[in-house]
């Protein structure tokens, strides 16, 4: 038995997955906002840091109660952008042992399509993983193994603070975060259109197919695997961006971590899905987590 232990520590939010796979007996996440102000400022904020640090003394703990054989670190699109990130890495360091990997689009594009796709049954290739994070959304495009990949520096804490001053946004915020995306996309070198299925991964993702399942609470089980239709998704996503973020906090199964920022998040999932033409989306709870768990494996 090798126990193997992986982090995934993103924009918005920190994840640990502790096991023997393909059995997992821990897998935690924590809203951590990482990424706060980076984009205006270029540096990890002092108060940011501070919540990321209790995260990863929390997981310390978690990892230290399991014969972890090894243990992977990987910070994604906050830490690739800030100035100070060699503050975060001493603070990873000097709590887990390790450092931590900042990785590149390429690498992060690999491991969220190894998580994402592994043991799935998808219904054609090739297939485009959509991983919107906090400040980045990386496009895959692929079939046994990634044939393309491209990292978009648009997210859903980036566009956020980027465009939206009211809640609900305004109209025209509305039309400055979709014009970014647009944008992106145009000059993307993975087409959308190519694709003959899409999978969807991470917490926007799952967020919003946990609204358009009209879940009492969050729920993992009911959520993945699950092949919703584009147009409900894209008639979810108009609900969500209309709402105030109290109206938002009061879901049943919306993360509060997550209420302020999924309008932008959910405006980049409908218009990636549109540009693809899907008339359905795979939404898939194993992300880029696993992929590094098995990248250890």
Known sequence: MTTVAAVDCGTNTIKLLIGDLPDV????????????GVDATGRLAPEALERAFAAVDEYAALVARHDVARLRFCATSATRDAENAAEFAAGVRARLGVDPEVLSGE????????????????PGAPVLVVDIGGGSTELILGAEEVEAAHSMDIGSVRLHERHVRHDPPTA??????????????????????AAASVI???????????????LPAYDRDRI????????DVTAHVDELVAMTVAERRALGWMHPGRADVIDAGALVLRTVLERSGAEAVTVSETDILDGIAWSLA
Do not use: N
């Open 224 to 231: 993945d695997g699950r092949v919703l239709r584009v147009a």
């Open 200 to 214: 969807g991964i991470a917490g926007t993702v799952t967020t919003v197919a946990a609204g358009v399942l009209r």
């Open 172 to 193: 025209g915020e509305v039309r400055a975060m979709v014009a970014d995306v647009e944008a992106a996309l145009d000059a993307c070198p993975v087409d959308p259109a």
């Open 107 to 122: 690498e992060e594009a690999r491991l969220a399509f190894a998580g994402a796709v592994r043991g799935r049954s998808v």
């Open 25 to 36: 007996v821990v897998r935690e996440s924590r809203v951590v906002r990482l990424g706060q």
